[in-house]
């Protein structure tokens, strides 16, 4: 065979190829396309329905630009999720122990849940509610984060280093609480305020009719070492409400750094008693058009 003969031969094999490759690429644009469209015509959506879902979507291995962190409620953990994509990527353990990822069955954690007892009692379940970033100059600095538990009034430190819960600290004069966490502007402190009025020290029980005598509220302000990512107690302090209930909490910024903000309700003091012909609790919370908001000066 000559040199011209496998030239024109390679040529021709060459064309043949192309054009092969070229219809190749034709058919699965075309059936990408009919793809798309037997997508949306089957499941009824428009191309306001795909932007949406590509606004949201992250390819595997891709990260979110944002992470959310959210209370899990009577579960006594935090959910983290990302942004935009909505994927749940972590469940940290903090109150309540969790077979399903060792939290509480390792000397570690086990030691960890221990600093959750109330006088001497393992408390194993918790209700999550209000979590908060720490905070450099107001804004989140994404080192740590901190949660309250509304039904027994304890606060758990989470390292963001690796999403792990570090301490919990019980309130030795609350019952309950809900306005926490919040932290001021350099995470000096972590606010922390009862929900309903109760007796503050425990020396047994005492009757609903010595309510406005002996049952007060208050706000807590753990102090935080940053350095060495923990609450310490020894420096912390306590102020004392009168006896209605407190809901949320935050620290002031810019003009207002240096005072904290705690709202209220229920500033009727009302205790209910529906058996003997009274007006039920939400009611007789609500009989008042407006409540108190504290402003504490922390300075």
Not at 70 to 98: C, D, H, N, W
Not at 125 to 150: M, Q, V
Not at 271 to 277: D, H, N, S, Y
Request: charged share 25%; aromatic share 12%; net charge negative.
């Amino acid at each position: 065979m000559s040199k011209a003969t496998r030239v024109g031969l390679m040529t021709a094999s060459a064309v043949v190829v192309f054009s092969l490759i070229t219809s190749a690429c034709s058919s699965k644009t075309e059936d990408s396309q009919d793809g798309l469209k037997g997508v949306m015509e089957q499941r009824g959506l428009t191309e306001k329905d795909l932007l949406a879902a590509a606004k949201t979507y992250t390819p595997s291995g891709g990260r979110d630009e944002y992470l959310a962190f959210a209370s899990g409620g009577q579960s006594g953990q935090v959910i983290v999720y990302g942004i935009p994509s909505m994927r749940l990527l972590k469940y940290i353990g903090v109150f309540t122990p969790e077979p399903w990822q060792g939290y509480g069955f390792d000397d570690e954690s086990k030691a960890v849940l221990a600093q959750g007892r109330i006088r001497g009692k393992d408390i194993t379940y918790g209700d999550t509610h209000h979590p908060a970033l720490s905070e450099t100059e107001g804004d989140y600095d994404g080192r740590w984060l901190f949660i309250n538990d509304k039904a027994n009034p304890r606060l758990a430190v989470i390292d963001l280093h690796d999403f792990e819960t570090k301490q919990i600290v019980v309130n030795p004069f609350f019952k309950s609480e809900h306005g926490g966490a919040f932290v001021t502007p350099n995470t000096e402190y972590v606010m922390e305020a009862t929900q309903y009025a109760t007796p503050l020290l425990n020396d047994g029980f005492v009757p609903l009719e010595e309510f406005n005598e002996k049952y007060r509220g208050g706000i807590t302000y753990w102090s935080f070492d940053k350095e060495k990512g923990r609450i310490d107690p020894t420096k912390s302090f306590v102020m004392e409400f009168p006896p209605y209930s407190q809901d949320l909490s935050d620290a002031g910024k810019g003009p207002s750094y240096g005072f904290g903000f705690t709202n209220s309700f229920c500033t009727e003091r009302y205790v209910g008693g529906i058996e003997r012909g009274r007006p039920p609790f939400e009611a007789g919370c609500s009989s008042k058009d407006t409540d108190f908001l504290h402003r504490l000066v922390t300075k």
